[in-house]
């Protein structure tokens, strides 16, 4: 079972640079997520989606764009990249089969440094 | 503001001992709780959840409490294992499918 699936796994990105980090379910979850960790820190979530064509922000959106084309894929695009964005990004997905939230499953995480 | 948080950032545990790792939340309209271990290099695992309409639920070795009345919620390892050393993280789902997270405690499982 493949999951959520997160590509790449490593990234290094030069200030002002873009990207693109790539994410996707075969779960047919209808509810997917970026959250960004840095060290000594919880997780937090930079934008969702609650379907196709349906996106909005979360804690910390700045300097993010998502876009939900499908319900398997949720990219999250780094504009500009800056060193504060240096993170480690992790996608989730969850379903709501009846319309309660159940529990995210998340990939495998994205490490990015910008420099 | 609401948050939530957790009493211990590192916690340190025999082997065969249990452990207990506590976590607090300030708004009261969350309705969902959730547990997640994170093992070094990976994304969290979900562990166990529990509803507010509830104030215990077991697993396989693992039981989650939720006390609403002092807003705390904990999870109880029994028979702590090496494998059960990690960073772990409670979330609330306050809104939607989003979920907000502590920021994590570390357990560390001596042999």
């Known amino acids: 079972n493949a999951g959520v699936t997160q590509t790449p796994k490593f990234q290094v990105l030069k200030t002002g640079q873009s990207m693109t980090l790539q994410c996707a379910q075969d779960?047919?979850?209808?509810?997917m997520s970026w959250y960004r960790q840095d060290p000594g820190m919880g997780l937090r979530l930079i934008h969702y989606?609650?379907?196709?064509?349906?996106?909005d922000q979360g804690e910390v959106p700045n300097g993010y764009n998502v876009s939900r084309s499908t319900t398997e894929d949720f990219p999250l695009r780094l504009l500009s990249a800056a060193p504060s964005q240096t993170s480690v990004y992790f996608c989730?997905?969850?379903?709501?089969?009846?319309?309660?939230?159940?529990?995210?499953?998340f990939g495998q995480g994205t490490r990015l440094t910008v420099v | 503001g609401e948050s939530v948080g957790l009493h211990l950032p590192t916690l340190s545990v025999q082997e065969g001992d249990n452990s207990i790792i506590n976590c607090a939340y300030s708004?009261?309209?969350?309705?969902?709780f959730i547990w997640y271990k994170q093992e070094s290099g990976k994304g969290p695992q979900f562990i166990i959840d529990?509803?507010?309409?509830?104030d215990k639920r077991q697993g396989q070795r693992v039981t989650v409490l939720l006390n609403k009345t002092v807003k705390h919620l904990s999870l109880q390892i029994a028979a702590t294992q090496p494998g059960d050393s990690a960073v772990y993280f409670c979330?609330?789902?306050?809104?939607?499918?989003?979920?907000?997270f502590g920021k994590g405690t570390m357990l560390l499982v001596s042999p």
């Open positions: 989730a997905s969850s379903s709501t089969g009846s319309a309660i939230l159940t529990e995210a499953f």
């Open positions: 779960m047919n979850h209808e509810y």
């Open positions: 989606s609650v379907g196709a064509g349906i996106t």
């Open positions: 708004n009261s309209a969350s309705d969902y």
């Open positions: 529990i509803r507010s309409n509830m």
């Open positions: 979330a609330e789902n306050r809104k939607e499918s989003t979920l907000t």
